[in-house]
């Protein structure tokens, strides 16, 4: 069963643009959650989307947004980026997300860069 | 208040020794979960062990174990026979307001940095 597939690996951007990050999750897995890492803040949730819709969002601004697709998968958005947007952002999926005793399955993560 | 706590940023096992790495948890939630990942550098998170917070008995998986102390809300990873693999981070992680419908996101500790010495 091939696992959450995160694309691309690496990015590099420069201040103010915007980047979209893709995520695949495990066939079958309906909920998909990001997360920023960063060194100084650690492990940050952004959100969840189950069936196409946001289920659960964390703390940060309108220039975070994402969407899910018909086919479970998930893409994340960052407008005007900038320095501090610089961090790996991992994408993690499970069957139904909502319930305590199901691990979320991470992908590799995308290591996004800005200069 | 922090939700999870590693107070433990680095730790150093001699290869196949045991090791525990810390971890406190802070919720009012009647039911939770609490999770154990580990980090290589090449950035995946994998998943090694599971302890719901009505479980009885500690959690198993192989050469991990979670010695869980719901009174003092600890929720210690124990790694047995430590190999040169096993250098990694090690992240805590709880699912509050568990149960069927619930939303809860993972909230992660700081992480513990784990060099196992050949």
């Known amino acids: 069963k091939a696992g959450v597939t995160q694309t691309p690996r690496y990015l590099i951007k420069t201040r103010g643009q915007q980047v979209t990050l893709s995520c695949s999750p495990i066939?079958?897995?309906?909920?998909v959650s990001w997360y920023q890492q960063t060194p100084g803040q650690g492990l940050q949730f952004l959100f969840e989307?189950?069936?196409?819709?946001?289920?659960n969002k964390g703390n940060f601004p309108g220039r975070f947004s994402g969407r899910q697709f018909s086919n479970s998968r998930s893409e994340m958005n960052v407008s005007t980026l900038e320095l501090g947007d610089s961090a790996l952002y991992l994408c993690?999926?499970?069957?139904?997300?909502?319930?305590?005793?199901?691990?979320?399955?991470f992908g590799d993560g995308t290591r996004l860069s800005i200069l | 208040a922090q939700k999870i706590t590693q107070t433990q940023p680095g730790m150093f096992v001699q290869e196949k020794e045991a090791v525990t790495l810390d971890c406190t948890y802070d919720?009012?939630?009647?039911?939770?979960?609490l999770f154990w990942y580990k980090q290589p550098s090449s950035g995946e998170m994998i998943f090694l062990i599971y302890?719901?917070?009505?479980?009885?008995q500690n959690a198993t998986e192989g050469r991990y174990s979670l010695n869980f102390q719901k009174a003092r809300k600890s929720a210690n990873l124990v790694i047995s026979a430590s190999q040169l693999g096993d250098s990694a981070m090690y992240f805590c992680?709880?699912?509050?307001?568990?149960?069927?419908?619930?939303?809860?996101?993972?909230?992660f500790g700081k992480g513990t940095k784990l060099s196992v010495k050949p």
């Open positions: 993690a999926s499970s069957p139904f997300g909502g319930t305590s005793n199901q691990p979320q399955h």
């Open positions: 066939s079958g897995h309906r909920s």
């Open positions: 989307y189950f069936s196409e819709t946001q289920r």
């Open positions: 919720t009012s939630d009647q039911s939770y979960g």
């Open positions: 302890q719901g917070s009505y479980d009885e």
């Open positions: 992680a709880m699912r509050e307001g568990a149960g069927g419908g619930s939303q809860g996101n993972l909230i």
